[in-house]
Structure formats: structure tokens, C-alpha cells
């Protein structure tokens, strides 16, 4: 073993030029046949990594600008929401407005249809009254007088008394 190892450390000229020889050789056949086909491939290899590079940038900015195409859209649509119920609540109000109007148009009608029933009646009352109230004084003068007299006379001189009455207060 001491011999095999000493050989091992001995140098030898002829195996370094044999060695380098080859070396070079080695180095002149991979330049030829192995390293421009291995330098093509990387530099298409770099290639491809550039341009997916820039396709990823270009890609980004798009999604960046759509981003901010989407955001500007929701805030237009977020704002047309808000004039819509903007919108919807002064229809709302002036609907409101003119049903309160209209209720209350309605309402004087009636109150004002209520009120001229209630002169008609009022006058029909009074009229009734006046009636009853003449056909009652000649009841009664007939009685006191003890005699008749002639009833269209009768009549005209009550009608006349009950005109010169004042008339009832209106309520």
C-alpha cells in the first residue's frame, strides 16, 4: 500500500500533458457540439423568463387599471343609488303632500256639506216651528176670544206678529 500511494504522489510528466491534452480536446469537442447547444437553450430559457416577466407586468397594470375601472364603477353606482333613494324619498314627500292635500280637501268638503245640512235643517225646523207655533196661537186666541174668527184673517195676523220677531241666533 505504501508503494501504490507513493506512486499516486509522484508526478508524472507525460500523464500532465496527456491529461491536459485531453482536457483540451475534451473542451474544443463540448464548445462545438455540447455548450452552443447548451448556451442556446439557456439563452431561450432566459428569454422566456423574460417575457413572462414582462407579459406578468403588462398583465398586472391590466388587472391594476381594471381594478380601478371596477372601483370608479362601484363608486358611480354606489352615488346613483344614493340619488335614486334621494329621488324616491321627495316622490315619497310630495306624494305624501299631495295625499295630506287631497284628505284635507276632501275633509272641508264634507265639514262644509255637514254645515249647509245642518242650516236646511235649522231653516226646516224654524219653519216648522213657526207652523206649529201659529196654529197653536189660534188655538189658543180662539179659546180665549170664545169665538172664531175667520181663519185666512187668523193666519195673516200671526204670520205678521211672528215676522216682527227677532230671528235666532246662528250657530
Known amino acids: 500500500m505504501a508503494v501504490l500511494l507513493a506512486s499516486l504522489i509522484d508526478v508524472n510528466p507525460g500523464l500532465i500533458a496527456w491529461t491536459l491534452i485531453t482536457f483540451i480536446v475534451l473542451m474544443f469537442v463540448l464548445s462545438r457540439v455540447a455548450w452552443k447547444p447548451i448556451l442556446g437553450l439557456i439563452d431561450e430559457r432566459e428569454k422566456a423568463i423574460v417575457d413572462a416577466i414582462d407579459a406578468a407586468k403588462k398583465e398586472r397594470a391590466e388587472a391594476e387599471r381594471l381594478l380601478a375601472e371596477q372601483k370608479s364603477a362601484i363608486g358611480d353606482a354606489r352615488r346613483e343609488a344614493a340619488e335614486m333613494m334621494a329621488k324616491n324619498r321627495d316622490e315619497v314627500a310630495k306624494f305624501r303632500e299631495e295625499l295630506m292635500a287631497k284628505s284635507k280637501k276632501e275633509a272641508d268638503d264634507l265639514l262644509a256639506n255637514a254645515r249647509r245640512t ?26 180665549l176670544l170664545g169665538s172664531q174668527l175667520d181663519e185666512g184673517k187668523q193666519r195673516q195676523l200671526v204670520n205678521e206678529y211672528i215676522e216682527k220677531l227677532p230671528n235666532p241666533p246662528r250657530a
Open 118 to 143: 245642518i242650516d236646511e235643517e235649522r231653516v226646516k225646523a224654524v219653519a216648522e216651528v213657526k207652523t206649529t207655533a201659529v196654529d197653536l196661537v189660534i188655538a189658543a186666541t180662539s179659546k
